[in-house]
């Protein structure tokens, strides 16, 4: 009996530790800005690797304030050497992480720089509560005062007396996709009913005609 539980204790420790993504720190130079909170980094052996910020939430680019977030992630980040501390991909294959760059004011100082507290401290984007788990309670502390004092100082988005949050709008956007999507199967089977149905006199003359032709 004490052996088997031994095995089973085994088992569960090991399937707990192959679940678990190893952490990781990811070093390169950010070659391209996706948008306000999604970079394209470029690690040593010139990789392209696509990096979710993590605990953030930009305006999307057809919102408002979307391409402003986007130019000013760029400001922080583009041609800069950063390192991404991460362990986590989302469900389209990114890498979601941490992003340090160094100082603005500083170059030659250590990557000490948080990117995505940076952009909220701009009022550039949300802090993304409900994807915020792997944050400390001190970090989430830091984050929820910068947007709260973006939002006291009507900083970038917060000049809108209310601002769509980006999970909102995707929301509303999946929606009206699916009732686009609806109406135009729909208006699909109309037309191929009519080419089924239109004219059956008319479909046969021109058979008659073309078989009498040759």
Request: charged share 20%.
């Amino acid at each position: 009996m004490l052996v088997s539980y031994r095995s089973w204790l085994l088992a569960c420790l090991t399937a707990c530790c192959a679940a678990a993504a190893p952490a990781a720190t990811l070093h390169g130079s950010v070659v391209r800005i996706v948008d306000g909170d999604t970079i394209t980094v470029a690690d040593g052996r010139h990789r392209k690797v696509k990096v979710r910020l993590s605990a953030i939430d930009a305006p999307e680019k057809q919102q408002a304030f979307g391409r402003q977030a986007s130019t000013n992630l760029a400001l922080l980040l583009l041609s800069r050497p950063v390192e991404v501390e991460w362990d986590k991909r989302d469900a389209y294959g990114r890498v979601v992480g941490r992003v340090r760059v160094a100082p603005p004011a500083c170059a030659n100082c250590g990557r000490t720089y948080d990117a995505g507290l940076a952009q909220v401290g701009a009022g550039y984007a949300w802090w993304y509560r409900s994807e915020s788990r792997e944050l400390s309670q001190e970090d989430k502390a830091r984050y929820a005062l910068a947007e709260n004092a973006a939002r006291t100082r009507h900083l970038g988005l917060w000049v809108a007396p209310q601002p769509v949050p980006p999970w909102q709008w995707r929301h509303s956007q999946a929606q009206t996709g699916n009732s686009a999507t609806l109406l135009v199967r729909t208006g699909a089977r109309i037309k191929q009913a009519k080419r089924i149905v239109l004219h059956p006199a008319r479909s046969m003359r021109r058979w008659v005609t073309l078989a009498a032709s040759r």
